[in-house]
């Protein structure tokens, strides 16, 4: 095993507690989609599980049907796309559907088996979903199947990155004629539209159920978002980060002064240098873009600054300073902390001009998760 990831079970049900003493944890869908956002979808449905969740979440039918193979009985919502062939399968395997573009719902409607649905509403994001001034011919449309249609929904287009939330609240209010055309002709839906971001920080979007995704994993959305907790609230919420990731030195070497490391000859040492390798490059999911920026990785409790280009399953760092106790075989963290020293997620997104929900959800799948 040359590089792993460790996930904190704890870590998780920490987070879980977290929200579910901020709104209750029958109200709280959590979202495994595209991998559990990187940590591994099996893992973490192992941690979550001894919390009873009540919903979760994820993109693709097939998450789901994984999902009821792993036993999960509560109720499970598909928030992405779908085909007609989609809907068969979710109907045997309990899956909820959401339904927010004409061709779906007209396969829906004529399947021979239909699934419970949600209705999704593009408020304002641009993305999929009905606009709200067809709310009443969609409704009209299930009013036969009316049982089956258990809630509507939406997204929000710019919670995260903002600290101020007018358009949210537009969002919000287009959302609220939809909500009262369809409690209006007498369906009983719930409602949804928060996600981590909104949760946290506009009070007034939690309304039935929120999807919890980037905050379950212990990130915050963005720093805007904290930033936004702390303005209203005055102390910050407690996240746990899950995930670690680390490797092995695999070999190393003494570069004398005035030689280049690595493609492109971009590095080229101002003093002699012992290098360490590192069996980790673009493949596995750390960013090639993070070469020649400031990016470094942790040994022994030590900064060891990444030299040269990333290449595809190796990179190489400066271990000069800690030459006299670094040897093969030694850890070498990536994300997660040695020692007193801590990278965290976003820090390599920084570095990679990217945001932290692209970096982890791009760790390789065939990496082991390992749950502790």
């Excluded at 003493?21 to 893992?43: C, D, I, P, Q």
């Excluded at 641009?126 to 049982?147: H, N, T, V, Y």
């Excluded at 930033?227 to 070999?251: C, E, F, M, N």
Aim: some cysteine; hydrophobic content about 40%; charged content about 25%.
């Amino acid at each position: 095993m040359l590089t792993w990831i460790e996930l904190k079970a704890d870590h998780v049900k920490h987070n879980v507690q977290v929200f579910s003493a901020l709104a209750g944890k029958e109200k709280l869908a959590f979202v495994l989609k595209s991998n559990a956002y990187g940590h591994g979808l099996k893992e973490i449905y192992e941690a979550l599980k001894s919390e009873n969740p009540a919903w979760l979440a994820v993109n693709y039918v097939d998450e789901g049907v994984m999902l009821r193979t792993l036993g999960f009985k509560g109720r499970l919502l598909v928030v992405g796309p779908f085909v007609p062939e989609d809907i068969s399968q979710a109907f045997k395997n309990k899956l909820e559907m959401l339904v927010g573009h004409k061709e779906g719902l007209s396969a829906w409607l004529k399947g021979e088996v239909k699934p419970e649905i949600h209705i999704e509403f593009d408020t304002g994001m641009g993305r999929q979903g009905f606009r709200p001034a067809e709310a009443d011919d969609i409704a009209a449309r299930l009013e036969s199947d009316k049982k089956l249609v258990r809630g509507v929904c939406m997204h929000f287009a710019n919670v995260e990155d903002v600290t101020e939330f007018e358009y949210a609240n537009v969002q919000m209010a287009r959302f609220d004629t939809v909500y009262k055309v369809f409690t209006g002709r007498g369906f009983k839906v719930i409602a949804h539209a928060a996600s981590s971001a909104a949760a946290l920080i506009l009070e007034g979007s939690r309304f039935d159920l929120m999807r919890v995704g980037i905050s379950t994993y212990g990130f915050w959305p963005s720093q805007a978002t904290k930033i936004s907790y702390k303005h209203l609230h005055g102390a910050l919420i407690d996240l746990k980060p899950v995930l670690s990731w680390r490797t092995q030195i695999t070999s190393t070497s003494n570069v004398p002064a005035g030689e280049y490391i690595g493609y492109g000859c971009t590095y080229k040492t101002r003093h002699a240098m012992r290098i360490a390798v590192l069996p980790v490059g673009y493949f596995e999911g750390y960013p090639r873009i993070a070469s020649g920026s400031e990016a470094y990785v942790l040994i022994h409790g030590e900064r060891c600054p990444i030299v040269g280009r990333i290449c595809m399953n190796m990179m190489m760092v400066d271990i000069t300073d800690i030459s006299g106790k670094s040897n093969v075989g030694d850890t070498a963290t990536m994300i997660g902390g040695d020692g007193k020293e801590y990278i965290a997620a976003s820090d390599v997104a920084g570095w990679s001009e990217t945001i932290h929900y692209e970096l982890v959800t791009r760790l390789h799948p065939s990496i082991e998760r390992k749950l502790i």
